[in-house]
């Protein structure tokens, strides 16, 4: 739609209007820096992160609404498909989350 999302070394997630260019929100919670992002549906928003945890978010009130944890090293790739999330990371496993 027309917001862009990104994520930072400082640990923090920024949703940005493409249209002013201005920052809507920013989302704590992680503990490192956020490697990776997906939207699951249009507000619920995965993340992926260094302190090895993915964070599922509501975008609309940058809220956390649940964490999962099974990596042991850095997530480097979240990928979501309205079903499942697969996330991959520097521990050597790809995970598929429902």
Partial sequence: DDRLVT??????IRVWGLHDGRCQSVMK????????????????LISGSYDSTMRVRDAQVS??????????ETINCVHCDRRRIISASYDFRVKIWD
């Fill in 29 to 44: 919670g992680h503990l490192r820096g956020v490697w990776s992002l997906c939207f699951f549906t249009t507000n619920l």
């Fill in 7 to 12: 994520g930072s070394a400082d640990s923090t």
């Fill in 63 to 72: 809220s956390s609404v649940q964490t999962y944890s099974g990596h042991s």
